[in-house]
């Protein structure tokens, strides 16, 4: 925030300088200008949960037995997977017969 104050950083520079965005820093700027630089140490920060996005590999080394059974287990999800597609593509090309069209040829 001093940075900002003492060289007259504009919102946009300075979410450009930091990689926050404007709006974060001007709540930023308000605390600061208010209650001062201990306020802001004091915020506590919003990381993401841990459950966003892809799930983390283990870092300890499987054994063989624990590969295979987590090999199995993805392919009998795939497989179930398949099934119910290819049911549903079934039923659509059957609805299409049913009114006279031909099912596509994709």
Do not use: C
Not at 74 to 85: F, I, Q, S, Y
């Amino acid at each position: 925030m001093l940075d900002i104050e003492e060289n007259h950083l504009t919102l946009h520079a300075a979410s450009l300088k930091y990689g926050a965005s404007p709006t974060r820093i001007s709540v930023w700027l308000r605390i600061y200008r208010e209650y001062g630089l201990a306020a802001l140490e004091s915020i506590k920060r919003r990381d993401r949960p841990p459950v966003m996005g892809r799930p983390r590999k283990d870092s300890k080394p499987q054994t063989e037995l624990e590969r295979l059974r987590k090999e199995v287990q993805e392919l009998r999800t795939e497989n179930a997977l398949l099934k119910k597609v290819r049911a549903f593509v079934e039923g659509r090309n059957a609805r299409l017969r049913a009114i006279g069209q031909g099912p596509s040829k994709n």
